[in-house]
């Protein structure tokens, strides 16, 4: 079994930070130790590193460099936001957001209370059985008590890609805030937030081939914004703590090679997953694709097998270092079928069933063939051990 190379299908949880990143990122480890914000010039050009991570990110999110926050992950990022937005209109008590959000969006969702003392409502938008969401239901849902709306640009577990540019125009009309967390959708499609009526962005390295630790917050010129973290002076006021600066780098760094592999992303990877997704569809009956086949994003595929557990499954991946997700990543471990799936109606038989298969750039043919090889007779094997299954 350890004989087998890693074939990591696995990229919505974490990916390989890239090599060219390492590179880029060690200086800042090594000898240019310096703070940023220190007047000498030794820490001056860790300052000038910084300015150009944040033109870095700026150009692939289409925004000025100022609107770009540094800050230690996508989950600060999102709560950053919302409770922002929370903050700068005390007076309103209502967000909106939907019933397929990362648990960094959910949990908050639900926490509101504990987190600022006041009580708040939340509309939770229902999703299909495709996982799409209703416009009509969400232009229902805004009101002039709405603070904030938060909705994924694109989900982790199916990658469904949601109307955001839409759902802003609307929420923009009627002066509400607008949050989307795209920490899946950031490399993975075009995004020019100089055309979107997007408020706030969150973004992650770690997902993007920089280390974990490490993320974004966009606010856009002119929102208003009271800080999470505050303290010193770093990002200009808007998140004090000293700046993570060789991960920043780093990420820069992803942020550049994402735009550039775009393109990439779009053809050979999605031609990759395609085949994958094809060929498991045909060759293991009972298999059934979870979300919606047309607007997802090109690396990912959620596919149920009915009557088997998602965890045995991955055991058995695992005997072969098949790395994929069941569920989410964050409610494995419990036997629970994730969130996404149960607010698609996915059937039990098939939500407990479910693999998450999530591809890079990293991935070649060979991986594909062998996957596909070895799954039918994994899924095979496991049914031929379950009193529910009958052929
Ligand atoms: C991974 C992920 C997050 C959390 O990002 P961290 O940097 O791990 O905190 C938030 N939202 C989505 C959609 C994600 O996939």
Not at 21 to 43: C, I, K, Q, R, W
Not at 57 to 66: E, I, M, R, S
Request: with cysteine; charged share 20%; net charge negative.
């Amino acid at each position: 079994m350890a004989d087998y190379p890693v074939i990591y299908m696995d990229n919505n949880a974490t990916t390989q930070v890239a090599p060219e990143v390492f590179e880029a990122m060690t200086p800042y480890l090594t000898e240019l130790y310096g703070n940023p914000s220190s007047m000498h010039t030794f820490g001056g050009q860790v300052g000038n590193a910084l300015e150009k991570a944040r033109q870095q990110v700026a150009t692939l999110l289409g925004a000025y460099p100022d609107e770009i926050i540094f800050t230690s992950c996508g989950t600060e990022s999102d709560s950053t936001a919302v409770l922002s937005a929370l903050r700068s209109f005390p007076e309103k008590r209502h967000i909106i957001t939907s019933k397929v959000e990362h648990p960094a969006i959910l949990n908050l969702s639900e926490n509101l209370e504990v987190m600022t003392g006041r009580r708040y409502r939340v509309t939770a938008l229902k999703v299909d059985s495709t996982g799409r969401i209703d416009l009509q239901e969400y232009e229902d849902a805004l009101s002039d008590d709405t603070a904030i709306v938060s909705m994924m640009w694109a989900n982790n577990e199916t990658g469904n890609i949601y109307p955001v540019k839409e759902m802003a125009q609307m929420a923009k009309k009627r002066g509400i805030l607008f949050h989307t967390d795209s920490v899946q959708a950031v490399g993975k499609v075009p995004i020019n937030l100089a055309e979107l009526d997007v408020d706030f962005l969150s973004m992650s390295g770690h997902k993007l081939h920089a280390p974990k630790g490490t993320g974004i917050l966009y606010v856009r010129r002119g929102t208003p914004y009271v800080p999470f973290l505050t303290g010193g002076h770093q990002e200009g006021g808007r998140r004090g703590g000293t700046e993570n600066v060789a991960s920043i780098v780093a990420l820069g760094k992803a942020c550049e090679m994402a735009g550039a592999r775009m393109e990439e992303e779009n053809t050979r990877v999605k031609a990759l997953r395609d085949s994958l997704e094809a060929g498991l569809l045909q060759s293991v009956p009972k298999s059934i694709l979870n979300g919606d086949r047309e607007n997802r994003l090109p690396n990912t595929t959620n596919i149920s097998f009915e009557m088997v557990e998602g965890e045995a499954i991955l055991l058995h991946m695992n005997l072969y270092n098949i790395c994929a997700s069941s569920g989410s990543a964050c409610t494995s471990g419990s036997l629970e079928p994730s969130h996404v799936l149960r607010a698609m109606d996915v059937p039990f038989t098939a939500a407990h069933g479910s693999v998450r298969f999530s591809l890079s750039t990293y991935n070649t043919e060979e991986e594909i063939d062998f996957v596909l090889e070895k799954m039918p007779g994994i899924i095979e094997t496991l049914r031929d051990l379950s009193p529910f299954w009958n052929g």
